[in-house]
């Protein structure tokens, strides 16, 4: 059972590129989110996703797409990267009934 | 608002007991959270309490919630070097259909040999 699994583990991103961020989890969690930590500012919501098929705004939102592709798996998509979010990038699922969030390792992502 | 407070910083000694706190301002959070983080990686559900109870145990992991006072500790017995981490709280309240959870910065715990 591996839970929640976020790929790449890092990665190095020239300012204006993009790339997606893909996480899946196998627990058949209906609630997935995104996250970004950063130093002193904690863990802020990005995105999230309360069931397959929906998908809500967090409290940092731009600059960010996401997709909830099916009940498994839902990534997130920077379409121009920039300095500001160089970060580490959390994805998390819950289920409907239990109320902790678990956690995948995280990806490392620097802007130059 | 809506804000969790914790000190940045505990230093004890291996063996000793380690006591972590946590302040909350929203006073309808339904539950509230303790996560670890080791270095490098992901956050790591230790425990977790619902708000009407006031104490939850669970081995060397001590819960008490102060609802009046708004106050959360964890306490560690017999802390151990593998203990050194930093230690979130967090507490869930209720967003509209949704529930929000509010983050702590965290407090780094350094167990010395």
């Known amino acids: 059972n591996a839970g929640v699994t976020q790929t790449p583990k890092f990665q190095v991103l020239k300012t204006g590129q993009s790339m997606t961020l893909q996480c899946a989890q196998d627990?058949?969690?209906?609630?997935m989110y995104w996250y970004r930590q950063d130093p002193g500012m904690g863990l802020r919501l990005i995105y999230y996703s309360a069931s397959e098929g929906t998908t809500d705004k967090g409290e940092v939102p731009n600059g960010y797409n996401v997709s909830r592709l099916n009940k498994r798996e839902f990534s997130l998509r920077l379409e121009s990267a920039a300095p500001s979010q160089t970060s580490v990038y959390f994805c998390?699922?819950?289920?409907?009934?239990?109320?902790?969030?678990?956690f995948g390792n995280g990806t490392r992502l620097t802007v130059t | 608002g809506e804000d969790v407070e914790q000190s940045l910083f505990l230093s004890v000694r291996e063996g000793d007991s380690s006591v972590i706190n946590c302040t909350y301002t929203?006073?309808?959070?339904?539950?509230l959270y303790w996560y670890k983080q080791e270095p490098g990686a992901g956050l790591q559900l230790l425990t977790y309490?619902?708000?009407n109870m006031d104490m939850k145990q669970d081995q060397r992991l001590t819960v008490l919630l102060n609802k009046k006072d708004k106050h959360l500790s964890l306490r560690i017995a017999d802390t151990q070097t593998g203990d050194s981490a930093i230690y979130f709280c967090?507490?869930?309240?209720?967003?509209?259909?949704?529930?929000?959870?509010?983050w702590g910065l965290g407090t780094s715990l350094a167990v010395n040999p």
């Open positions: 929203d006073s309808s959070s339904t539950y």
């Open positions: 627990m058949n969690h209906n609630s």
């Open positions: 998390a699922s819950r289920a409907h009934s239990s109320p902790p969030l678990h």
């Open positions: 967090a507490e869930s309240i209720n967003a509209g259909n949704n529930r929000k959870l509010i």
């Open positions: 309490i619902f708000s």
